[in-house]
């Protein structure tokens, strides 16, 4: 799914110190006299952390906001402007109370597509739009399984078709044999009707 609601996993949790937990790699110390051995008084990379930070769906809402005040990147609805115009700004006796989100952050690229947590892969999606794209990607998942489905019975149905190809093969050369054989015990072909009349002249 392409949406941002889950914090991503750290990929390396029992890394141990000096190796990032985030891309697997060395933390290397950049100077010094130790400068190409391992830092091992650190478990990230300064870069890795901050993906690390990102991914975590309240920074991630954060920042979306903080780039797009809630204006939808599909449909250009000004989702908070809507909101208030149909009544939604909060009364002091809603304070507290969870509010119900108006904007969705997405990302653009699916993490199972290869998307990553940067800011440039995450939009802002009205409810509505942001309801249009999972319906679409649902279709799009079904539409894929059903032709997995059917290129599956199609190579089925082909193993099938081989399988009694070659089973009439065998057939006939079985058929072909038995007629042989026969016809060798008996020494030679049964009479034909051509000399059967013959005879009765
Ligand atoms: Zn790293
Ligand atoms: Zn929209």
């Not at 190796?19 to 051995?37: K, Q, S």
Request: glycine share 8%; with cysteine.
């Amino acid at each position: 799914m392409g949406m941002a609601q889950r914090r991503a996993q750290i990929p390396f949790p029992e890394a141990p110190r000096g190796v990032c937990r985030w891309c697997g790699d060395a933390i290397l110390l950049a100077d010094g006299p130790y400068r190409g051995e391992r830092d091992i008084r650190r478990r990230w990379h300064p870069p890795c952390q901050a993906a690390w930070e990102q991914s975590d769906p309240r920074e991630a809402q954060r920042r979306v906001y903080r780039r797009d005040q809630g204006h939808c990147a599909a449909c250009g609805l000004d989702t908070e402007a809507e909101r208030d115009r149909l009544g939604g700004r909060r009364r002091l006796r809603d304070f507290g109370k969870p509010r119900i989100p108006v904007w969705r952050v997405d990302l653009i690229v699916p993490l199972d597509e290869g998307g990553t947590f940067d800011l440039a892969n995450f939009q802002t999606l009205c409810n509505r739009c942001h309801d249009d794209k999972l319906a679409r990607q649902t279709n799009e998942r079904l539409e894929r399984e059903r032709e997995q489905q059917a290129e599956a019975l199609m190579a089925r149905a082909e193993v099938l078709l081989d399988v009694s190809r070659r089973l009439v093969g065998h057939l006939r050369d079985a058929t072909g044999e038995i007629i042989e054989q026969r016809a060798g015990e008996l020494g030679e072909p049964p009479e034909g009707p051509a000399q059967i009349t013959r005879k009765s002249e």
